[in-house]
């Protein structure tokens, strides 16, 4: 029986479930990749990421949120969300009033701030294409 040659992929039917393109998790790791640049240039001239974009549109829709509260609805870790909102907090964005001494605090969208989200990024956009604001 002959050996398969060292260094050469298998291409076998039975193995071609292994191959990196068949992969589920792939797919969704490049359609959240292209997800995040196809954002980047209407959240750029917000000062904002895509990470940080979603907590202002669950703030938006529902304030004040624990950080508890915000890492139920978007599916991300406290150690995740603490220093993302402390950006926030430092660039004005976001408030956040302590609760009680157990608990972390609420944090609501800052009334004196920057538009929210979402016409921010029509404005980007509106502004990129050269058409007039949507007022």
């Keep these: 029986m002959p050996s398969k040659p060292t260094g050469t992929p298998s291409t076998g039917k039975h193995e ?9 998790s792939f797919a969704l790791y490049g359609a959240s990749n292209r997800i995040i640049r196809l954002h980047r240039p209407f959240l750029e001239p917000l000062g ?5 974009f979603l907590v202002m549109l669950a703030l938006y ?3 004040p949120r624990s950080v508890g509260d915000l890492g139920l609805v978007l599916g991300m870790e406290t150690g995740t969300l603490t220093p ?3 950006r926030l907090q ?10 009680g001494r157990r ?9 004196g701030g920057p538009c929210p989200p979402r016409r ?16």
């Design 48 to 52: 904002l990421t895509y990470p940080q």
């Design 103 to 111: 608990t972390s605090g609420s944090h609501r969208p800052h009334r």
């Design 84 to 86: 993302l909102l402390k």
């Design 120 to 135: 921010g990024v029509l404005r980007a956009r509106e502004n990129r294409d050269g058409l007039p604001p949507l007022e």
């Design 61 to 63: 829709e529902d304030a």
């Design 90 to 99: 430092t660039a004005g964005l976001v408030t956040r009033t302590r609760l």
């Design 16 to 24: 071609e479930w292994l191959r990196v393109g068949r992969q589920l």
